[in-house]
Structures are given as structure tokens and as C-alpha cells.
């Protein structure tokens, strides 16, 4: 096992919950600190009350811990964004420079998330390339562009040694999304294992790339755990497994679920996956660090009715 000490921001989340329990297979319990602006359900290892715009507590925090990684994945996503952009620059840039200081000045290696947010309506949408047009059309996607840049100043000027990923939309049954574009994907599985008819906030045809939350993890600690000469990319990688439409995840679940039925009630929500790229080009990350998706749109689909049939105990 090794003597790093690992601090989650915003352990709480949809990601966060997971990969900090994945963190402490790998780094042993109590040498992972998840921290977050609420406390959490389930007492599962060393937690503190953290928001990441208090730059004080932040440093207390990794002081008290000796922290020597850093995974900074407290953001407001792109639907919640809309409804408060100040908030949401707030958190996700501000939040951000206050981990580039604290990895700055304690020599931490960093991970910060981004998006396919990153891309807007003038990238190409089929196969989007590592390095493209980057006109997002969210503050979510403004803010998480801007913050790539940092993170490659703060690479390129001071050496901090800080990874970064594009995520796509990240399904799992694990934990549940709050505020983004991409949270239909997860939704409608919970609507399908209860047989309950689910109302989708897209339209049918919306394709945007998805992965499935084992290979978001897996990809999270590869990334991290890579020797630092292998990292070609210092804003941030591409990352992809999987693209479907909301048609096409239907039919994927009607094979194990015959009667579920979908409407579809499109809102604000449409407009900003339109901008979205449809397919990633992720050749860098396969390059530099190997990455590999395990799971495709039926693999998935049967993983996560498996799992949701035990947590809503359906036989
Ligand atoms: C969202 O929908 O906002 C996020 C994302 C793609 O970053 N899931």
C-alpha cells in the first residue's frame, strides 16, 4: 500500500462518493479524507466539512492530513449552471485556484475534472479531436475550459504535476447526478428496474458520448497512478467509451425490462446537449496512459438493471 495521503472534494457527488471508496481500496481507509459542503450518510472514513472556496480551511485541512494528492471534484454542472451562473463561476473557478495554490505551494499532485462541456456548437460533433475549436456555449463549459487552462499554466510555470480528464456523461447505479445535461441516462434506469414510465428531458435522437462509472473510475486512477513522463496533456484528455441517443438506450433496456415505457417532454436542457459533441476522439489518452473502455451500451445496461434490482430488492 502506498504512503500517499489523499484528499476528495466534494465527496459527496455522483462521482465523488465512488471514487473516494475506490481511493480507499486503493490507499487503505483512513489515509483517504473525503470532505464536502454537507455531511455525509454513511460514516465509511475520515470526513471533514469543507467548501472549496474557503481557501483557509483548504490549506488547515491538508496541513492536519499531510495530503500529498489532491482530487478536486466540488463543480456546478451544466443545467444548474444556467440557473446560477455566478455560483457556478464561483465555485469552479475559484474552488479550482484555490487547489492550483494549495498544490502549488505543497508540491500536490492534482486531478480536476472537465467536460465535454468544454466543446460547443462550432467543434466538430462526430469524433471530436484533443485538440479543437473550444467555444463552449455554457458558464459550466466556460468556467471548466477556462479551468483546463490554468491547469496547464500552473503545469507549464510552476511544475505543478496536475491531471485532467474530459468526462463524458458518467453513468452508474452507485450514487445518483445532480444538475447536469447527461443525467437522463441514470434517471431512466431507477424509472425502469420501479416500472415506472419515464419522461425524458431530450429528444429522442439527442446522441452524446456516456460512460459507465466503473470505467470512469478506472480511468480516474490510471490517469493519476501513470508516471508523470507519460502525461503528453496538461489541460485536459478526452475521454470515451461509449455515444447512444435516448432511442437507443430505450431499446437497450426494453430488452431486459419488455413493457418500459418513455415519453419525451424536451426543455433547456435540449439546446445545451445540442451543442455537445456526439463522439470523443480519445487516440491521446490510449497513447499516453493506455486507456481502454470495458464497458459498451449493453454491457452497461445489464450491469446497472442487475444492481438496481438488488437495491430496489425487484426479483
Ligand atoms: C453534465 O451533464 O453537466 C455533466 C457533464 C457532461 O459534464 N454530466
Known amino acids: 500500500m502506498k504512503k500517499d495521503n489523499i484528499l476528495v472534494i466534494g465527496a459527496n457527488g455522483q462521482l465523488g462518493s465512488v471514487l473516494t471508496r475506490a481511493l480507499r481500496d486503493q490507499f487503505?481507509?483512513?489515509?483517504?479524507?473525503?470532505?464536502?459542503?454537507?455531511?455525509?450518510?454513511?460514516d465509511e472514513g475520515p470526513f471533514e466539512l469543507l467548501d472549496v472556496v474557503d481557501r483557509r480551511q483548504l490549506e488547515r485541512l491538508a496541513r492536519k492530513y499531510r495530503i500529498t494528492q489532491i482530487y478536486h471534484l466540488a463543480a456546478i454542472l451544466s443545467a444548474k449552471g444556467e440557473q446560477n451562473p455566478k455560483l457556478a463561476w464561483d465555485v469552479n473557478i475559484n474552488g479550482l485556484f484555490n487547489a492550483l495554490e494549495l498544490a502549488r505551494e505543497e508540491k500536490l499532485r492534482l486531478f480536476f475534472p472537465s467536460t465535454i462541456a468544454v466543446f460547443g456548437s462550432h467543434t466538430p460533433r462526430k469524433n471530436t479531436p484533443q485538440e479543437t475549436i473550444i467555444h463552449p456555449e455554457t458558464v459550466?463549459?466556460?468556467?471548466?475550459?477556462?479551468?483546463?487552462?490554468?491547469?496547464?499554466?500552473?503545469h507549464l510555470k510552476f511544475g505543478v504535476d496536475v491531471r485532467s480528464l474530459r468526462y463524458p456523461g458518467v453513468i452508474g447505479y452507485q450514487s445518483m447526478p445532480g444538475g447536469g445535461t447527461t443525467d437522463y441516462a441514470v434517471e431512466i434506469f431507477h424509472y425502469a428496474v420501479?416500472?415506472?414510465?419515464?419522461?425524458?428531458?431530450?429528444?429522442?435522437?439527442?446522441?452524446?458520448?456516456?460512460?459507465?462509472?466503473?470505467?470512469?473510475?478506472?480511468?480516474?486512477?490510471?490517469?493519476?497512478?501513470?508516471p508523470a513522463r507519460q502525461i503528453t496533456v496538461r489541460t485536459s484528455y478526452n475521454l470515451a467509451a461509449m455515444s447512444f441517443t435516448p432511442a437507443e438506450l430505450t431499446e437497450a433496456i426494453r430488452k431486459h425490462v419488455p413493457d418500459f415505457e418513455v415519453g419525451y417532454e424536451p426543455d433547456f436542457r435540449q439546446n445545451i446537449a445540442e451543442s455537445w459533441s456526439e463522439s470523443i476522439d480519445?487516440?491521446?489518452?490510449?497513447?499516453?496512459?493506455?486507456?481502454?473502455p470495458a464497458y459498451d451500451l449493453e454491457g452497461m445496461t445489464e450491469d446497472m438493471i442487475v444492481h438496481l434490482?438488488?437495491?430496489?430488492?425487484?426479483?
Not at 140 to 153: D, H, L, P, T, V
Not at 203 to 222: F, G, N, Q, S, W
Open 28 to 42: 487503505g481507509r483512513n489515509n483517504v479524507l473525503a470532505t464536502d459542503i454537507r455531511m455525509p450518510l454513511e
Open 140 to 154: 459550466y463549459g466556460i468556467s471548466k475550459a477556462a479551468g483546463e487552462n490554468w491547469c496547464q499554466y500552473y
Open 194 to 226: 420501479r416500472g415506472e414510465p419515464y419522461n425524458c428531458f431530450l429528444k429522442p435522437e439527442t446522441r452524446l458520448p456516456m460512460i459507465y462509472m466503473d470505467d470512469a473510475i478506472r480511468a480516474t486512477l490510471e490517469l493519476m497512478n501513470a
Open 282 to 292: 480519445d487516440t491521446a489518452a490510449r497513447r499516453d496512459w493506455n486507456w481502454r
Open 309 to 315: 434490482k438488488e437495491q430496489y430488492l425487484v426479483v
